[in-house]
């Protein structure tokens, strides 16, 4: 738990908040000056509204949530002495604000970094409090999230949301963006070469913006081809890897059901699979999560060759975190809210959150049924699967991907399937999408 309020907090695994706090504090600041208190709400705003307003217990809890935020100058002002949301219908009006505008970068007092989950910046205090531990599980305001959040994709699919790709310094394609950009890319069989942005994906990189028409046109980028061979593709023992992504954990033995809300995070197999029935096949298996990062390539592709058997996407929740990430921590006795918030909780929300399912049945016998699971993160919680049931795919074919960013996947195999070879978490560099993953024996 950080505690110092004048230090400079570095967190938030995949770079979708900026590593530097009071960058991030500074950037909230701006939203709250720019917002105007009497624009109208956008209608969707104006029906989350009225069910806060004639739903008692909605209510209770988004009016305890920002209550219960402590009163304390690091949780009551930002760094610029600027107040902190405090009511839900100031919420409301930074809302409407944010429907209209893209992730982009920040460059104030020399701190650069990316917000890349604006909603989930504003609600960064009201998530670790009890209240709103319980308002985030809670299905009524989950069903309006997603329709927010579904206006909001609309916009980043709109030419308008392209404003934020262009060449300032607070562009995609500015001097620092395009360098981020590439240098995340730039890793396994193209690390050493000279290739610059426009090189490794399909773009125009003379045209405005790379030739991008909007924010997800953007996010979504394919690689060119050979950018990123398949491993080994006529080796059925080779697993590629799903997502270009960093390493999280790798468990084994996993069991039906366990506290996944716990600090410790253990998988359960049947609320991470939605207690499909094929859910019992993974128990006493192996699980392997990794997360993207925001400025990484988002698409997904098939870790085996085989035949899709089910391919479905799970409604969740949009911005639960547990509790011992807050002040209402059973573990700790804590008045602090942890910052890193819930890109921290990683292995709780694949259990929770948003989550594509494809099950693959391996022409490898070695693996046989295996599992892919996107999971969305606040936000960037839309999930596209491009496979259908009873589909072959190829090792490295693609199958799916996040819109407007992307979040943590897992794969999940069988009990008794030997496999080896996965990488450790600390990596500094993502793992190549449709690289070397793990072996089976």
């Known amino acids: 738990?950080?505690?110092?309020?004048?230090?400079?907090?570095?967190?938030?695994?995949?770079?979708?908040?900026?590593?530097?706090?009071?960058?991030?504090?500074?950037?909230?600041?701006?939203?709250?000056?720019?917002?105007?208190?009497?624009?109208?709400?956008?209608p969707v705003l104006e029906e989350f509204k009225t069910l806060i307003e004639t739903n008692t217990r909605v209510y209770m809890l988004l009016a305890s949530m920002f209550n219960e935020v402590p009163r304390r100058k690091r949780y009551g002002h930002d760094?610029?002495?600027?107040?902190?949301?405090?009511?839900?219908?100031?919420?409301?009006?930074?809302?409407?604000?944010?429907?209209?505008?893209?992730?982009?970068?920040?460059?104030?007092?020399?701190?650069?970094?990316?917000?890349?989950?604006?909603?989930?910046?504003?609600?960064?205090?009201?998530?670790?409090?009890?209240?709103?531990?319980?308002?985030?599980?809670?299905?009524?305001?989950?069903?309006?999230?997603?329709?927010?959040?579904?206006?909001?994709?609309?916009?980043?699919?709109?030419p308008a949301s392209a404003d934020v790709l262009g060449a300032s310094k607070h562009g995609w394609f500015g001097e620092t963006g395009l360098r981020d950009l590439t240098a995340v890319a730039k890793i396994g069989p193209v690390a050493a070469t000279n290739l610059q942005f426009g090189d490794m994906f399909e773009c125009d990189a003379s045209a405005p913006n790379h030739g991008f028409k909007s924010w997800d046109h953007f996010f979504t980028r394919q690689f060119r081809e050979g950018i990123r061979p398949v491993a080994e593709p006529e080796n059925g023992k080779v697993i590629a890897n799903a997502c270009e992504s960093k390493p999280f954990k790798t468990a084994h033995h996993i069991r039906a059901r366990d506290k996944f809300w716990i600090k410790s995070q253990p998988y359960s197999v049947l609320d991470m699979l939605g207690h499909d029935s094929l859910a019992s096949d993974f128990v006493g298996g192996t699980i392997y999560q990794a997360f993207l990062s925001a400025l990484s390539y988002h698409r997904w592709h098939a870790p085996v060759s085989g035949k899709v058997v089910k391919a479905y996407v799970i409604d969740g929740t949009y911005y639960s975190e547990p509790l011992f990430e807050g002040v209402g921590n059973p573990e700790v006795d804590t008045n602090e809210i942890d910052m890193a918030g819930q890109v921290t909780s990683q292995g709780y929300i694949t259990s929770t959150a948003t989550r594509a399912l494809i099950f693959i049945e391996a022409d490898e016998p070695a693996i046989g049924l295996m599992a892919f699971v996107g999971v969305g993160m606040a936000e960037v919680s839309t999930c596209e699967i491009t496979v259908k049931e009873g589909q072959r795919v190829q090792k490295g074919d693609e199958i799916g991907m996040f819109h407007f960013g992307g979040s943590t996947h897992c794969l999940i195999f069988r009990k008794g399937v030997d496999i080896s070879g996965f990488p450790e978490p600390g990596m500094e560099d993502n793992v190549p999408v449709r690289g070397k993953l793990a072996v089976v024996s």
């Open 79 to 158: 760094p610029t002495g600027n107040p902190e949301i405090r009511d839900y219908s100031h919420f409301l009006q930074v809302l409407n604000h944010l429907l209209t505008t893209a992730p982009s970068w920040t460059d104030k007092s020399h701190r650069v970094g990316l917000v890349g989950l604006p909603i989930n910046a504003v609600l960064d205090w009201p998530m670790g409090t009890p209240s709103g531990y319980a308002a985030f599980l809670d299905p009524e305001i989950n069903q309006q999230l997603k329709k927010i959040l579904n206006v909001w994709g609309e916009y980043l699919r709109s």
């Open 1 to 42: 738990m950080a505690k110092d309020s004048s230090a400079h907090h570095l967190y938030h695994v995949g770079n979708w908040m900026p590593a530097d706090h009071k960058a991030h504090k500074e950037w909230l600041a701006g939203v709250i000056q720019e917002v105007d208190d009497n624009a109208p709400l956008h």
